[in-house]
């Protein structure tokens, strides 16, 4: 707490989130398990991630507004460790045709609820869905969920889903700390189009909701 205010953070949540972006844990964690020296070493660049940094991802994001919009689909609240997340999906697909009045019945979203403080162990809701025109029809087993305007930071994945650990280490880990920009406390999400065939020629967006930084 001591060391949020001095740095002017808004909250201890907000240092936490900021020092979780850059470091990879907790400052909890890393005051208890003493991992500073392994922590400020920079990590070595592989063939594997420069591949990554160089076709893998958009380096720059398109900054944009994105009006408030409504989404039906299947949720799973949990932390994902044995891969819940791709069943839920399996799952979504068999059922996306119950739903009525799609805006665009070739995207597809996946809505990742704003959790405050984020580790490995943490439990999230994660939404399959698709936008709609109205929340008036909703099928069985199925939920909505309204996201709010906001200014997104879009990047552009470029591979298999299997690669976007990749591209969120680069978000937040290279992009937020050298620009003018910080992430909110809002739902961030993926979209998927027909340019997705999770392949390595595939392409999907990931909508970072963000603000400028003072």
Sequence with gaps: IDIAIKY???SQAAF??????MYG????KYQKNREHFILLQKKRLTEESI?????????????MIKNEFKVVGMVYYGNNQNGEIPELWGKFNKR???I?????PDTFLGV???VDILTNES?????ACVEVKSLDNIPDKMVSHVVPSNLYAVFTHKGPAVELDKTYRYIHGIWFPESDYEPINADDFELYDPRFNNNRDSEMEIYIPIQKTN
Excluded at 16 to 21: H, S
Excluded at 25 to 28: N, Q, S, W
Excluded at 123 to 127: A, T, V
């Design 112 to 114: 990742c609820e704003y």
């Design 123 to 127: 439990e999230f809701s994660y939404i």
């Design 25 to 28: 844990t907790t400052p909890g």
């Design 8 to 10: 002017q953070y808004q």
């Design 16 to 21: 936490t989130r900021a020092f979780k972006n």
């Design 51 to 63: 591949r990554h940094l160089t076709e893998g991802i958009s380096l720059e994001p398109e900054i």
């Design 96 to 98: 996306v045709g119950a």
């Design 100 to 104: 009525k009045g799609k805006v665009n």
